[in-house]
Nanobody, 123 residues
Framework: VQLQASGGGLVQPGGSLRLSCAAS????????IGWFRQAPGKEREWVSS????????YCADSVKGRFTISRDNAKNTVYLQMNSLKPEDTAVYYC?????????????????WGQGTLVTVSS
């Protein structure tokens, strides 16, 4: 069972990136997927999630209107489209999976974690 987060990189303020979270060894359909991030010297924070049941999506207020989470079950992958990026979005981004979950923002609800991908927003 493995989650692979990818798509991070260096982008200028106002730019966009799309992160991917690919699963191997299990089917993402049955899992809520959450994206979390951790900036240097700060605690890990929830960013966005998508439920396992009806595909409902949720975003933290700090990214609402700029980030969009989606899933492609055929590719067993969840995406985080990030637009209008700001320097304060700089962090390592992690995806996590919660079997049967509803997409709660509590990281302790998630059983599996990817390794993280670094997003740096800087001019």
């Amino acid at each position: 069972v493995q989650l692979q987060a990818s798509g991070g990189g260096l982008v200028q303020p106002g730019g966009s990136l799309r992160l991917s979270c690919a699963a191997s060894g299990f089917t993402l359909d049955y899992y809520a997927i959450g994206w979390f991030r951790q900036a240097p010297g700060k605690e890990r924070e929830w960013v966005s999630s998508i439920s396992s049941s009806d595909g409902s999506t949720y975003c933290a207020d700090s990214v609402k209107g700029r980030f969009t989470i989606s899933r492609d079950n055929a590719k067993n992958t969840v995406y985080l489209q990030m637009n209008s990026l700001k320097p304060e979005d700089t962090a390592v981004y992690y995806c996590a999976a919660d079997r049967g979950g509803l997409g709660f923002p509590d990281p302790y609800e998630y059983e599996y974690w990817g390794q993280g991908t670094l997003v740096t927003v800087s001019s």
